[in-house]
């Protein structure tokens, strides 16, 4: 029995996950040019050499940032074992961001091979650019945010429960028991009871 509802469709990729892979595969072939043609110019030994240089310089500065990461966190749970201690509410955490999180990604981008990331993480490590991504993704997570609340949950629960995992719809229709459909007897209920002699 269908209703002549219009067929739900299943949701469209994002732009993003369709140009992701082809930025990825850019990227790669980028790096390996650009680390031929300075082989080529400046010798292999310095490629190498600026290769194992950006490794060690990314290891130092992900030890750093998690140093420092670890230090706020004691400090942030003393401060409010201490507040506790003395009766007093703890106070909510400072929003302010120490830029860690950038500071860390500047130094897997140092580690990874290639100049190009060499590049990007060492801008990650000037402090006014972590700020200005900072404050960035602090606007953007809020404006996701204020979108999430304004729409309906609701929608969002019942589009997930409508697709599968792999976008496919599944169709179907529920068939109710009305009173104008007899009562079954012992077929729905499982075996039947022996019949007596």
Known sequence: MTTGAPTPT???????RNLVPLGIAA???????????????????????????GAVLGAVVI????????????????QAQAQAQAGKS????ETGSTGNGFL???????????LISDAAGLVLLLPPVRSLLGRYAQRSLERRMRAAT???????????????????????????????????GYEDDGPRPPLAP
């Open 63 to 78: 030890k750093r940032a998690g140093r420092r990461a670890f230090r706020s966190l004691t400090e942030t749970l003393q």
């Open 150 to 184: 304004a729409g309906s949950l609701g929608d969002a629960f019942q589009q997930a429960r409508i697709h599968r995992p792999d976008g496919k719809v599944v169709q179907g229709e529920v068939i109710r028991q009305d009173a104008q459909q007899p009562q079954r």
């Open 10 to 16: 299943a949701p469209k990729r994002s732009r993003a």
């Open 104 to 114: 860390m990604l500047g130094g897997l981008l140092l580690m990874l091979p290639g």
């Open 90 to 93: 703890p106070a909510a955490p």
């Open 27 to 53: 990227w790669l072939v980028l790096e390996i040019w650009l680390l031929t043609v300075v082989a080529g110019a400046a010798g292999g030994l310095t490629v190498l050499a600026l290769l194992v240089g």
